[in-house]
């Protein structure tokens, strides 16, 4: 070889892009690929843990089977089983490819972060723990890691497979429990991401979790469960819906295995082996009323999460939470009549429905049906707005709270006979201003909405790096706690605001205070530990 030539292949060796470089992972060697930007590394379908399958179904996840040499990490895995959604719901990412063989991650890193410590953003997804993946379309990281983080998605167990409980299975736990194993992903991912993350440039000890819906129920289980500690510094939850409050809904691990004594039955299944033996395809199709869900184990989540919170002992990180200003229009499903809806918070509420009622008329079908939607964005931003309160009240940590009323500029046409309502700023409408990933959806965006979304992202972003949103250019986001019941608005910009329907949100606290045997005073404008 001449010298020239020694010189160009030298030269050529030099300005490899680093995701070309194979890292080292739990398991062996894994080598990315550059995302659209190319100043940022994807790494796409790693595996945090062993296949599911056979034996391992309804297991806690098991540490990754070694491979031998470079694993390509350059396609999404398949999702985890789950029905398919309607094609025309405003949810459908479009066709994925479904396997038992589910729990991989994938990552969004700078290009030039391997010797750098970033921080670390952690996404958990939403879908009732029935749907979804960490590969739809929308969380795509890339956007998020070139403001200067690690993203990192990942998919977990769901429904039947991520939540069932039987005395069988809780026998054979060393922990002598069942049913949380969705969870137990998701710590696993977590417990993957200390141990990996620096291989791509992250700071193990700067790590936020941040979900949605469903993601943001299991950020709030997360903050409660002693499997965590260590695990993360800052918690994002996003329209927390069922961890706190009147329409939370957590079992208890002998009504969770009742339930899934059913399930055997209705599966024409023996024993817990036979129900191993049946093909994943088949148990999806079996239909009931079976809490699929996380559920009070003693282990995983040791009690209620209302009464951890209560008494202080979750997991101290600063917090941000909040919620959408049209949560019901496909969370919810509308009232029959007005004659229906009364009778049901009469049902609920007893000699108090006269008060509910006040709050949200129903003196006509029509005002029962907005009745409805305004119960549904009260009733989430009341978690929110709780679970704030409860994080501070003993004063050890910041929390920051957001209202976010903008209405993207989604077709309503095409989704008005699902909601029957126009959708407005829908549960989940935030995530695409969130990832700033708006194109995502093909909708006709405008400047305000590229701005709007810039800004949501960039306070996301200085969330994870700092614990406190604020930064240069951004209005300033105060902080929330009982006494002092600020949050901020996104509207069709970001402004700080008092609370909204306050009496609304009092009237549920109270609730909540009713139905639980230790608390705090997390709606009014004292809160005190009452231990």
């Keep these: ?50 296949a599911p399958l056979a034996n391992l179904r309804w297991r806690p996840p098991q540490p ?12 999404y895995s398949p999702r985890c089983m789950q029905p398919d959604r309607a094609k025309d719901s405003v949810y459908s990412p479009g066709y994925e490819p479904d396997s038992e063989d589910c729990l991989y991650l994938n990552v969004w890193a700078p290009a030039k972060s391997a010797k750098g410590r970033l921080p670390v953003m952690v996404w958990i997804y939403g879908g009732g723990f029935r749907f979804a993946s960490g590969s739809e379309k929308w969380f795509n990281g890339e956007r998020l890691a070139a403001k200067g983080v690690i993203v990192v998605t990942f998919n977990y167990r769901l429904g039947a497979f991520g939540f069932l409980a039987h005395p069988e299975l809780s026998k054979e736990s060393d922990q ?5 194993y969705g969870v137990l992903d998701q710590i696993s991912a977590l417990r993957w991401v200390q141990n990996n993350i620096a291989a791509f440039g992250g700071d193990p000890n700067r790590v936020t979790i941040f979900g949605q819906s469903a993601g943001a129920t299991s950020v709030c289980y997360l903050l409660t469960s002693p499997l965590t500690k260590g695990l993360y510094i800052h918690a994002i939850g996003e329209s927390v819906v069922g961890c706190l409050g009147p329409s939370a809904e957590i079992s208890k691990l002998d009504t969770a295995e009742k339930a899934g004594t059913k399930f055997l039955s209705a599966a024409n299944a023996q024993s817990i082996a036979d129900l191993r033996a049946k093909p994943a395809e088949d148990l999806l199709k079996i239909t009931g009323e079976y809490p699929f869900r996380p559920l009070v184990d003693g282990y995983v989540l040791p009690s209620n999460p209302y009464t951890i919170f ?12 909040g919620s959408n200003g049209d949560e019901g229009t496909l969370l919810g499903r509308p009232p029959a009549s007005a004659t229906a809806f009364i009778e049901q918070a009469r049902l609920q509420y007893g000699e108090r429905a006269d008060t509910f009622l ?14 409805n939607y305004l119960l549904w964005r009260d009733q989430v931003a009341f978690q929110a707005r709780t679970l704030s309160n409860l994080m501070t009240h003993n004063g050890k940590v910041k929390a920051f709270r957001y209202y976010f009323s903008h209405k993207p500029p989604i077709p309503n046409e095409t989704f008005r006979e699902q909601a029957r309502h126009d959708l407005g700023a829908y549960h989940s409408a935030e995530i695409e201003y969130v990832f700033e990933n708006l194109d995502a959806r093909p909708y ?15 306070y996301w972003v200085n969330f994870a790096k700092t614990g406190n949103p604020n930064g240069p250019g951004l209005p300033r986001w105060p902080t929330a706690d009982a006494e002092h019941d600020v949050l901020i608005e996104f509207g069709d910009t970001a402004e700080a605001r008092h609370d909204f329907d306050k009496a609304a949100l009092e009237f ?11 608390g705090v005073t997390v709606s009014s404008g004292t809160s005190k530990n009452s231990d």
């Design 1 to 50: 070889m001449s010298r020239w030539m020694a010189l160009i292949v030298g030269l050529a060796a030099m300005v490899v892009p680093s995701h070309s470089q194979a890292i080292r992972v739990d398991g062996g060697l894994i080598s990315g690929t550059t995302g659209s930007n190319v100043d940022i590394r994807v790494y796409r379908g790693v595996p945090y843990a062993s």
């Design 64 to 75: 990754v089977v070694p491979w031998e040499g470079v694993r390509k990490a350059d396609q």
């Design 176 to 180: 002598h429990v069942s049913g949380n």
């Design 310 to 321: 209560s008494r202080g002992e979750q997991n101290q990180v600063p917090i941000l939470v």
């Design 358 to 371: 006040k709050l949200f008329p129903a003196n006509s079908d029509a005002q029962a049906i907005e009745s």
């Design 444 to 458: 006709l965006w405008a400047d305000i909405d590229r701005k709007l979304a810039d800004t949501i992202s960039s």
């Design 508 to 518: 549920l606290g109270s609730s909540l205070a009713k139905q639980e045997p230790v």
